[in-house]
């Protein structure tokens, strides 16, 4: 059973635009949230990471926006460029004590931003 | 550079074999994990070891084990080995602490023929 959902499964932006990923999960128990960007050939990277505590965090061109209500967050790709052209995964982790920071992952979405 | 050091980066074997994968953590870091991404499966945890001892497991099948040695590097063994364990293997490190990033290699990629 796939703990975090990601949508859309590939999205292709033009140079300049604003890219959206966006990630549900279930589980109440997360309480810590990054994005992997991932190159080919490459492990995934961590972009940034937000904790429910706050709705949105900024770092540059990133933005993670939290809704804990709804129990989804996204990640906008502002004014994004062909270099951000890679895969994005969400991911979701439970506080120590359960499962020791084990990263639950999205499916993945592939960005493509044409010049 | 994450400076988490993983090889071999490419390893081609044959049905029935056993391998070992190795990972070398960042510096300072006591937490290793390991996960596998696949197409079918896309990235999924296996498991965790922090200072030596086995912490978390997720779904790593009974022909798969792995340890962490004393210096901290860990190794990945995949035993009687079937064409789907065809995949990508992730290390990735941690410092101790809640929901510290963890930092990832660049895979093993691993292809049964």
């Known amino acids: 059973q796939q703990q975090v959902k990601q949508s859309p499964q590939s999205l292709i932006v033009q140079k300049g635009g604003i890219s959206i990923i966006n990630c549900a999960y279930e589980n109440t128990a997360f309480d810590y949230f990054p994005w992997y960007q991932q190159f080919p050939g490459k492990g995934p990277a961590l972009l940034i990471a937000?904790?429910?505590?706050?709705s949105e965090k900024k770092e540059g061109r990133f933005t993670i926006s939290f809704n804990k209500s709804a129990k989804q967050f996204s990640l906008h790709i502002m004014d994004s460029q062909p270099g951000d052209s890679a895969t994005y995964f969400c991911?979701?982790?439970?506080?120590?004590?359960?499962?020791?920071?084990?990263?639950?992952f999205g499916r993945g979405t592939q960005l493509t931003v044409w010049p | 550079d994450s400076g988490v050091t993983q090889t071999p980066k490419h390893l081609i074997t044959a049905t029935g074999q056993r391998v070992t994968l190795r990972c070398s953590p960042r510096s300072g870091d006591l937490s290793v994990y390991w996960y596998q991404q696949s197409l079918d499966q896309g990235l999924q945890f296996l498991i965790q070891y922090y200072n030596g001892e086995e912490r978390a497991k997720g779904n790593i099948l009974e022909r798969f084990s792995a340890q962490q040695f004393p210096d901290l590097h860990s190794e990945l063994n995949l035993s009687s080995l079937e064409l789907g364990d065809s995949a990508l293997y992730f290390c990735?490190?941690?410092?101790?602490?809640?929901?510290?990033?963890?930092?990832f290699g660049d895979g093993t990629r691993l292809s049964i023929l």
């Open positions: 937000i904790r429910p505590d706050v």
């Open positions: 990735a490190s941690s410092v101790v602490g809640d929901n510290q990033p963890q930092h």
């Open positions: 991911a979701a982790s439970k506080p120590r004590g359960s499962t020791l920071g084990r990263l639950y």
